[in-house]
């Protein structure tokens, strides 16, 4: 498999930003993944590597329409041949473009598994989620082995929906994994569907899930979907705005679109950079 990256892209750069992925030892232009594939009926394990700026090739583990999944993940099945040219309009977007090498979203496998990893991790440490659904990946996923390394894929809605105990959360929690599986089995959070809507029909369809609120819509529809022109409004990237554009206060709507106008038609793009670079000035700090 391979496939044509449109615009600058870095992967061992996004990973050392993003992480988390599998890698074969040594090797940080090659990454492994492992996940459900939309439709449901098979899991996969996708191994991308960069072999040169414009192109990834890989090889998959299960049907073949997880390679087009994993590009999604990494924000490579979108247009990128424009990016640059934001920063070329916004002298902040700019500088941090060539800081951060164009770095695009990461997203989760699919929109059912951001909506797993949030209802998994509400009210306990990122790391602790994170711990959680790689048990869940070991002890019900499917195991896949691929470029010397093993990949377990997290369970597919049809396995959640019989796992009735998990041990590190509660019973409520259970039940709202087992509404986000039925939603997945019925359509309601495929990738292309989330896509195709308008974001706020989009936002409210999510919200109708157990357990989810304003704040997870807009992470599983942003994050999860992938939209590539929309502006997720985030703490972070409301406060790195102001601190990257100088302004006075928490950034108003005016202030917001007039920033935002010239990161058309990337603003999720750029306001990933602004989060990112927010995230490390406080680290920091």
Same mark, same amino acid.
């Given at each position: ?19 988390g992925w599998i890698q074969p030892a040594g090797d940080d232009r ?16 996708? !191994?991308? %590597? +960069?072999? *040169?700026?414009? #192109? ?7 049907? &073949?329409? @997880? ?28 500088? !941090?473009? %060539? +800081?951060? *090498?164009?770095? #695009? ?7 059912? &598994?951001? @909506? ?46 019989r796992i009735t105990e998990v041990p590190g959360i509660d019973g409520?929690?259970v039940r709202r994994l087992h509404g986000v599986a039925e939603a ?102």
């Amino acid at each position: 498999m391979d496939a044509h990256i449109t615009g600058p892209y870095d992967l061992a750069r996004q990973n050392e930003y993003f992480g988390g992925w599998i890698q074969p030892a040594g090797d940080d232009r090659t990454i492994v993944m492992a996940f459900p594939v939309e439709g449901w009926t098979h899991s996969a394990a996708v !191994l991308l %590597r +960069q072999t *040169a700026p414009d #192109r990834v090739e890989g090889e998959v583990r299960g049907p &073949e329409e @997880a390679w087009r999944q994993a590009l999604a993940v990494l924000s490579l099945d979108a247009d990128g041949s424009g990016y640059p040219q934001v920063g070329e309009r916004d002298p902040v977007i700019g500088a !941090l473009q %060539r +800081q951060h *090498a164009h770095l #695009r979203p990461v997203l989760f496998h699919s929109p059912y &598994e951001a @909506a797993c990893a949030f209802i998994v991790a509400h009210r306990m440490r990122i790391e602790q989620g994170r711990a959680i659904r790689q048990r869940m990946a070991r002890e019900h996923g499917e195991a896949f082995e691929i470029g010397g390394v093993t990949a377990h894929a997290f369970p597919s809605p049809q396995r959640l929906l019989r796992i009735t105990e998990v041990p590190g959360i509660d019973g409520e929690k259970v039940r709202r994994l087992h509404g986000v599986a039925e939603a997945a089995l019925d359509g309601r959070l495929d990738r292309a569907r989330l896509r195709s809507l308008p974001v706020p029909q989009a936002l409210a369809d999510v919200r109708r899930l157990r357990g989810v609120g304003d704040f997870f819509a807009t992470a599983i529809v942003m994050r999860g979907a992938g939209l590539v022109d929309a502006l997720p409004g985030d703490e972070m990237t409301m406060s790195g705005m102001r601190r990257r554009y100088d302004l006075p206060a928490a950034p108003t709507g005016e202030d917001i679109a007039r920033v935002t106008d010239a990161w058309r038609p990337y603003r999720m793009w750029c306001s990933v950079l602004i989060h990112a670079a927010e995230r490390r000035a406080r680290a920091a700090a």
